[in-house]
Structures are given as structure tokens and as C-alpha cells.
């Protein structure tokens, strides 16, 4: 199993490949049969060709990659970061990546974000009107499909059931933005008959945005529109400690593919510094690993995540005093102290 790789832009370019040797180290000692190979789609590549995404490119990743395993897009030179949406968006749609897992680590447990992935305010469909050179009217346009939020709700609710959970929330917006948020409501309401192992209940998002913040304990599993979703994540990452600890997977379940990265941007104020916090990298591989079915050796990684996170070689956002590689490498140092029947293993 071959994955593709896109360190992308800033601390992308950092945290990546920091924890790509985890990845190999770990594909070694389980025999996974796992391999990379690193793309260069960026800033970089956008300001020298004018290419993000190039052509065929998601079909290609589609066809050939198990997962893709991605950094951060984002550059102070391309203020309106027309390459990243080229990129992200250019991936998200071509490979159908419509439902994206955000889990929410905290103290009491993790409460099971899933988002609505390429749809709604995101989908692109809007215009402007110009009048002497500034824009005097503009438009972005909530777009759903009834078959896109159904197979996203009935995935999500089927993930829930799986894991045990119990309560599932709906957070919309229907007394403001009744057309797409009464939509949300009906397919929700109708999926859930065929779970009964799950009680729903239903939120309109800035109250739900209030709880979860006063007392996010009552939560376990929450459904919410793309918009939505991606704000309540940006909270739920705050309440954990920080965007560097918060990692995503976005995921078609229909074909199986799968891109996995920390919800993190590039963070061009401390790129190049050697302190950009590589948990959410390494969060986001383990991830990728139990959606390829190794769940022993993902389990391995975020238990020594979590371990070095509480160290002195924890980034200066986690308290310590460490670098991204430092960090990294008490990481590696974790795993092969953990391996079963450890022995001498050399570095990649």
C-alpha cells in the first residue's frame, strides 16, 4: 500500500516529514507493507507554474494511494489563497470526500465531530457584481443534496453505533436558514428510526456552540453542516488546548478513499522555527492507520503521542522546551521501547 503525501505549505513542511519516520518504523515492525511518496503541490510549486491541484491528479490519488496524508496549505504571497482552495477543495471533491471526523480529545472523553464535507456555503456556487471597479453585491450559496446529507448521516449514525455511543446531536440553524436546515432536520429524524441504539437530539448552533463550551460533557457524537462544522471543530481544538492538538479525517465511504490532516493551518509565524507542534501530524497518521485496518500499531502511536506530549520535549505550546524533531523523536524512542518482543531497530 502505496500513500501520497503533501507536506504543503509552512509548518506542513515541518511536522510532515517529522513524522513520516514514525510511519515507516511503525510499517516495519508490523510488517505492514506500508510506502510513501511526497508531492510538492504548495506555494511553492502555485507561484512558479500557476498549478495546485494538477490536472488528473485526484484520479490518479484515487486509483493508486491508500490514503493521502496531508500538512497545511496556506501563504502570506497568495493572500487569497487561491492555491489552497485549488488543492484542498480540488481533493475533496474530486475523491467525494464528503464526511470529515474531527474528534474532540478532552478530559471526560472524545466527543465524535463528523462534518459535512463538500456541500453547502463551500460548494462554490455564488457571484459578485462590480460597479466602477468594488464589488456592490455578492452571493455564496448554501447548496445540499437530499442523497449527499443521507449518506453522510447514515454513515456517521453507523460509526456511532459502532463505537458504542449513545447520544447523537443535530446542529443546524432551521429557524434562521429554514430551506437546508429543514432538510438536515427531516433526513436526520428519518435515518435515526433504523438506529435505535442512538437518542438524538437536535441544537440550533449558536446555542449548541454556548453548551459545548459551558459543559461539553452531555456530547458523544455530533452532526453538523459544513459550515458549522468547521467552527464548532475550531472550538472543540481550543477546549482541547490548541489547534496544534486537533486532527481530521476526511473520508468517502462509498470508495474508501481517505485524506487525513491536522486541522492546524500553515502558521507562517513560526514556520521555519523548529517549534511547530507535529500532535496533530502524528494524531492524524494514526488515524490513517486504523482506516487501513492496523489498528495495533495506531494505538501504539497516539499512546506514545499522548505520552510525549506530557514531556519536556513537548513544543512550547504544550509547556515544554522541545523542537518539532525533538518531539519526534521521543516519540520513536516510545514506540520501540513498546514494540512487542523490542529489539534493536534501526532509524529510517
Known amino acids: 500500500m502505496k500513500i501520497a503525501v503533501i507536506p504543503g505549505d509552512g509548518i506542513g513542511k515541518e511536522v510532515v516529514p517529522a513524522t513520516l519516520p514514525a510511519l515507516t518504523l511503525l510499517s516495519e515492525a508490523f510488517d505492514l507493507g506500508l510506502s510513501y511518496e511526497v508531492f510538492d503541490w504548495g506555494a511553492d510549486r502555485w507561484l512558479a507554474s500557476g498549478v495546485g491541484l494538477p490536472t488528473g491528479a485526484a484520479e490518479r490519488l484515487g486509483r493508486d494511494y491508500a490514503a493521502v496524508f496531508l500538512g497545511a496549505l496556506g501563504d502570506p504571497r497568495i493572500p487569497d489563497m487561491a492555491h489552497g482552495r485549488d488543492i484542498l477543495l480540488g481533493l475533496r471533491r474530486g475523491l467525494d470526500l464528503y464526511v470529515n471526523y474531527r474528534p474532540i480529545e478532552l478530559e471526560h472523553g472524545v466527543i465524535d465531530l463528523f462534518r459535512e464535507n463538500t456541500q453547502g456555503l463551500y460548494a462554490g456556487v455564488g457571484g459578485s457584481v462590480s460597479r466602477f471597479g468594488a464589488v456592490t453585491v455578492a452571493i455564496d450559496e448554501c447548496v445540499y443534496t437530499r442523497s449527499t446529507i443521507e449518506g453522510f448521516v447514515r454513515y456517521c449514525l453507523g460509526r456511532l453505533r459502532e463505537k458504542g455511543r449513545r447520544k447523537v446531536t443535530l446542529v443546524h440553524k432551521s429557524n ?37 463550551v459551558r459543559d461539553p460533557k452531555p456530547y458523544e457524537g455530533v452532526l453538523a453542516s459544513n459550515l458549522f462544522g468547521d467552527i464548532i471543530s475550531d472550538i472543540g481544538a481550543a477546549l482541547m488546548g490548541g489547534l496544534g492538538l486537533a486532527s481530521s479525517a ?10 487525513f490532516e491536522p486541522v492546524h493551518g500553515s502558521a507562517p509565524d513560526i514556520a521555519g522555527k523548529g517549534t511547530a507542534n507535529p500532535y496533530a501530524a502524528a494524531m492524524s497518521l494514526a488515524m490513517l492507520l486504523d482506516h487501513l485496518g492496523h489498528g495495533t500499531a495506531a494505538g501504539l502511536l497516539r499512546t506514545c503521542t499522548q505520552v510525549a506530549a506530557t514531556g519536556d520535549g513537548a513544543t512550547p505550546d504544550l509547556g515544554g522546551g522541545g523542537t518539532t524533531e525533538r518531539f519526534m523523536g521521543e516519540v520513536m524512542s516510545l514506540i520501540e521501547q513498546r514494540l512487542p518482543d523490542a529489539g534493536p531497530i534501526a532509524r529510517p
Do not use: K, M
Not at 250 to 259: H, K, Y
Open 176 to 212: 434562521a436558514v429554514p430551506n437546508t436546515g429543514r432538510l438536515w432536520q427531516e433526513v436526520f429524524r428519518q435515518e435515526l428510526e433504523a438506529f435505535p441504539e442512538l437518542v438524538g437530539s437536535e441544537e440550533y448552533v449558536d446555542s449548541f456552540c454556548y453548551n459545548l
Open 250 to 259: 476526511s473520508i468517502c465511504p462509498e470508495t474508501n478513499a481517505a485524506l
